[in-house]
């Protein structure tokens, strides 16, 4: 049995991390606490997708919202959930196509509806969860 295999049958394990709601540079450093959460977890090229859509989601919710954000990811045999936690309800995010004048503005949600397994949006009685699922042997 390898060490792969072993921690698999472990159980699910998770990350967990807090960001202020000015705290951008948080954002590269939950990105390498992922990297490290994942390092003998997965693939690097499935490393790099859940980075890239974590990204995403955390500098959303640190953006449009004024209360900070919670990270939750759980790896379990074949599958990584990543959760981003923020505290203001009634805004609840939607991929659109944006303008050819927004920039790189507006794109973060189509990445993930596009890259992840599965992926929503899930009200809590303050904010909500934007979450996203990686499957197959990934975790």
């Known amino acids: 049995m390898t060490k792969r295999q072993k921690r698999q049958e472990s159980g699910p394990v998770r990350l967990h991390r807090r960001l202020g709601h000015t705290d951008l540079s948080g ?9 490290e959460f994942l390092r003998h977890r997965s693939r690097p090229e499935e490393t790099d997708v859940a980075e890239l859509l974590l990204s995403e989601l955390v500098t959303n919710a640190l953006i449009h919202t004024r209360n900070g954000a ?22 609840e995010p939607a991929p659109y ?13 189509l990445l993930v509806q596009s890259l992840a397994d599965s992926w929503g949006v899930t009200a809590q009685a303050l904010g909500k969860v934007v979450w996203f699922e990686l499957n197959g042997g990934r975790a």
Do not use: I, W
């Open 27 to 35: 954002v590269g450093e939950v990105r390498g606490a992922l990297r």
């Open 70 to 91: 919670v990270v939750t990811v759980t790896a379990a045999p074949a599958r990584l959930r990543v959760e981003v936690r923020d505290f203001v309800a009634g805004q």
């Open 97 to 109: 196509v944006p303008n050819a004048d927004d920039g790189t503005h507006g794109r973060g949600l």
